[in-house]
T-cell receptor
Framework: SQQGEEDPQALSIQEGENATMNCSYK?????LQWYRQNSGRGLVHLIL?????REKHSGRLRVTLDTSKKSSSLLITASRAADTASYFC????????????FGSGTRLLVRP | EAGVAQSPRYKIIEKRQSVAFWCNPI?????LYWYQQILGQGPKLLIQ????????DSQLPKDRFSAERLKGVDSTLKIQPAKLEDSAVYLC??????????????FGPGTRLTVL
């Protein structure tokens, strides 16, 4: 079963706009990670946020984590056409052997 | 640093045939994962190896799927016999989790399997 569920399932924005994706999960976690997948490619790690962190930045990416609500958000600022991809959150649970459980993903389309 | 290598990239077979996928992880990565990704869904873990031992294979359909990592480096995933519902992308990933507790995984490009 998939732990993380992303919202929205699909998002279409204009280049230069910000994109926000949300992820909800069910059980306690060690950390939460976000990955990007371009069409026909493998996944690429974007950012990891630990359970004791609330916010983290990496370039144009901003991730927040609210463990009380079991949710996370990924914000991409000043989006570019090259950001078009599927984005997945993955949780590393406290009861798993470093097994990542992926959500169903958000498909982002950035229109030039 | 070379990434995770997988082959073949694409495979088309008929149902009830057999197929095998190969993965070469990043050098020095002790942990290797095989995922199945059905179109429109996130990756689902099939099996996790630590060196050449199996850590988790709870979601591997063992009646038809098998995997091995004999020397703790390369790995093969086999399906025998294939069913229509096995059509998916099979992703291999590796990590060096012994270097720390934060489990960033590195993915290969995947093998797209179509079962007719």
């Amino acid at each position: 079963s998939q732990q993380g569920e992303e919202d929205p399932q699909a998002l279409s924005i204009q280049e230069g706009e910000n994109a926000t994706m949300n992820c909800s999960y069910k059980t306690s976690i060690n950390n939460l990670q976000w990955y990007r997948q371009n069409s026909g490619r493998g996944l690429v790690h974007l950012i990891l946020i630990r359970s004791n962190e609330r916010e983290k930045h990496s370039g144009r990416l901003r991730v927040t984590l609210d463990t009380s609500k079991k949710s996370s958000s990924l914000l991409i600022t000043a989006s570019r056409a090259a950001d078009t991809a599927s984005y997945f959150c993955a949780t590393d649970g406290m009861d798993s052997s470093y097994k990542l459980i992926f959500g169903s993903g958000t498909r982002l389309l950035v229109r030039p | 640093e070379a990434g995770v290598a997988q082959s073949p990239r694409y495979k088309i077979i008929e149902k009830r045939q057999s197929v095998a996928f190969w993965c070469n992880p990043i050098s020095g990565h002790a942990t290797l994962y095989w995922y199945q990704q059905i179109l429109g869904q996130g990756p689902k873990l099939l099996i996790q190896f630590q060196n050449n031992g199996v850590v988790d294979d709870s979601q591997l359909p063992k009646d038809r799927f098998s995997a091995e990592r004999l020397k703790g480096v390369d790995s093969t995933l086999k399906i025998q016999p294939a069913k229509l519902e096995d059509s998916a992308v099979y992703l291999c990933a590796s990590s060096n989790r012994l270097a720390g507790i934060y489990n960033e995984q590195f993915f290969g490009p995947g093998t797209r399997l179509t079962v007719l």
